[in-house]
């Protein structure tokens, strides 16, 4: 368990990073003051083929998820080097 938990504490890092890489992004990169920002068309969803590639992203890394964990427990010599030999 002390491994899953060095994991989880690396992809957390992972997430804080790249959160604070967007923040950044946006920071620098903001709108001229003389621009006003459409909030209603911020809103709706534009139905492109962007949704279809953000959907099937949101349901391979959904799925993904879910398997991690009890395949990792069904191992019968638990180790994260043959987790990995597992997974590829």
Not at 53 to 65: D, H, Y
Request: proline content about 1%; cysteine-free.
């Amino acid at each position: 368990m002390s491994e899953l938990k060095t994991v989880s504490y690396v992809f957390m890092g992972i997430v804080l990073i790249f959160i604070g890489l967007i923040i950044s992004l946006v920071m620098t990169d903001g709108v001229v003051v003389s621009e006003t920002i459409d909030f209603d068309e911020l809103s709706r969803i534009k139905v492109d083929y962007h949704l279809v590639t953000a959907i099937s992203i949101l349901l391979f890394a959904s799925s993904i998820q879910f398997i991690v964990f009890p395949a990792y427990v069904e191992l019968e010599k638990r180790s994260t080097e043959r987790f990995s030999y597992a997974s590829l």
